[in-house]
């Protein structure tokens, strides 16, 4: 799942230095999603095993 949301956000800062309208949108976005890689797999990983215990 961070694997993907790492490329996403790769994508998306990309695509912010191509594009002249609305780069700040993708930059905003690219960044969100590069902060939440790092949260999701506690979020995840907290609800799949908090069943095990």
Known sequence: MRTLLLA???ILFIVS???E????DF?????AVFAASF???????GFTT????
């Open 27 to 31: 930059m905003a976005f690219g960044l």
């Open 50 to 53: 908090s069943g095990d215990q």
């Open 8 to 10: 996403l956000a790769v």
């Open 21 to 24: 309208e609305n780069r700040f």
């Open 17 to 19: 230095a191509l594009t």
């Open 39 to 45: 949260v999701i797999e506690d979020v995840v990983g």
